[in-house]
T-cell receptor
Framework: GESVGLHLPTLSVQEGDNSIINCAYS??????FIWYKQESGKGPQFIID?????DKRQGQRVTVLLNKTVKHLSLQIAATQPGDSAVYFC????????????FGKGTMLLVSP | DGGITQSPKYLFRKEGQNVTLSCEQN?????MYWYRQDPGQGLRLIYY???????QKGDIAEGYSVSREKKESFPLTVTSAQKNPTAFYLC???????????FGPGTRLTVL
């Protein structure tokens, strides 16, 4: 919602720069990871996902990198635009037959024209 | 927001009253979920449903109840037992429990 960005880590970039948003996940048994984008007052939108058998996956202007050794996930956004300004969440899912998603707290990305 | 609708967008209630939040999807998804979002925190799972007439507690189910009588609908009731109900509530659905979740636009509940 409107206040979801309060108290979140914030990344400020200039339009046209590349942005890197980081996420440390909690469980080495997680096998599936997702990045979501949430604009103010709206529900989260799926950006890209990656499974644990991959290190890198690319989408349109976005790349997700997975480092299982240090349990780290990153989202790279190329040529950042003002419309990219939002809160970005990572989510993980345990490899335990069935498990729900566990969401990180999010990072606010602010893009200046 | 895809084919998931939540109503109302803003909801106010007096302390001690129960209130029901609506979630409807026309995506023919079997699984549905309710999350709570507070400022500076990630989404926390309240309840989820894998299929019609079945639902399971999430991480913070106390003070909440749900029903899943129809595939398309998964209403959430915030009861008077929920001690801190003011929050942004998000509903989601997916084809199955291991598939990508699609989110609705959310309902902001404020207890006066």
């Amino acid at each position: 919602g409107e206040s979801v960005g309060l108290h979140l880590p914030t990344l400020s970039v200039q339009e046209g720069d590349n942005s890197i948003i980081n996420c440390a996940y909690s469980n080495s048994a997680s096998d599936y990871f997702i990045w979501y984008k949430q604009e103010s007052g709206k529900g989260p939108q799926f950006i890209i996902d990656i499974r644990s058998n991959m290190d890198k996956r690319q989408g349109q202007r976005v790349t997700v990198l997975l480092n299982k050794t240090v349990k780290h996930l990153s989202l790279q956004i190329a040529a950042t635009q003002p419309g990219d300004s939002a809160v970005y969440f990572c989510a993980e899912r345990l490899n335990s037959g069935y498990s729900t998603l566990t969401f990180g707290k999010g990072t606010m990305l602010l893009v200046s024209p | 927001d895809g084919g998931i609708t939540q109503s109302p967008k803003y909801l106010f209630r007096k302390e001690g009253q129960n209130v029901t939040l609506s979630c409807e999807q026309n995506l023919n998804h079997d699984a549905m979920y309710w999350y709570r979002q507070d400022p500076g925190q990630g989404l926390r799972l309240i309840y989820y449903s894998q299929i019609v007439n079945d639902f399971q507690k999430g991480d913070i189910a106390e003070g909440y109840s749900v029903s899943r009588e129809k595939k398309e609908s998964f209403p959430l009731t915030v009861t008077s037992a929920q001690k801190n109900p003011t929050a942004f509530y998000l509903c989601a659905s997916s084809i199955g429990l291991e598939d990508e979740q699609f989110f609705g636009p959310g309902t902001r509940l404020t207890v006066l």
